[in-house]
């Protein structure tokens, strides 16, 4: 089994940045595909990011590409989550997550933190 726990989230305004962090324990990261998920108020947990085993690929969904950037550090057991022009909608709690399969679906990971929250101000 891996334990997560996520820090970072806080409050930002809007077209600030803020960056997550990722630690894990347990078991080494590198076994794992590592993604973010957030879930806003009275919504589903969404899709966010993903990273596979070494880093080498990563996939976003549409509203983060080119303002999120995953990234991780299997030597350090941490995994990040650097998110600029913040905007209102995505405030959300965020959750990182440990899975072996490199995809977007929530079924497909194993693991949760207990998140994180990020509030953007407008």
């Known amino acids: 089994q891996v334990q997560l726990v996520e820090s970072g989230g806080g409050l930002v305004q809007a077209g600030g940045s803020l960056r997550l962090s990722c630690a894990a324990s347990?078991?080494?990261?590198?076994?794992?595909?590592m993604g973010w998920f957030r879930q806003a108020p009275g919504k589903e947990r969404d899709f966010v990011a993903a990273?596979?085993?070494?880093?080498?690929?990563?996939m976003y969904e549409d509203s983060a590409k080119g303002r999120f950037t995953i990234s991780r550090d299997n030597a350090e057991n941490m995994v990040y989550l650097q998110m600029n022009s913040l905007k209102p909608v995505d405030t959300a709690v965020y959750y990182c997550?440990?899975?072996?399969?490199?995809?977007?679906?929530?079924?497909?990971?194993?693991?949760w933190g207990q998140g994180t929250q990020v509030t953007v101000s407008s």
């Open positions: 997550a440990a899975g072996s399969y490199y995809l977007q679906g929530s079924t497909s990971y194993d693991y």
């Open positions: 347990g078991r080494p990261l590198s076994s794992y595909v």
């Open positions: 990273i596979n085993w070494n880093g080498g690929r990563t």
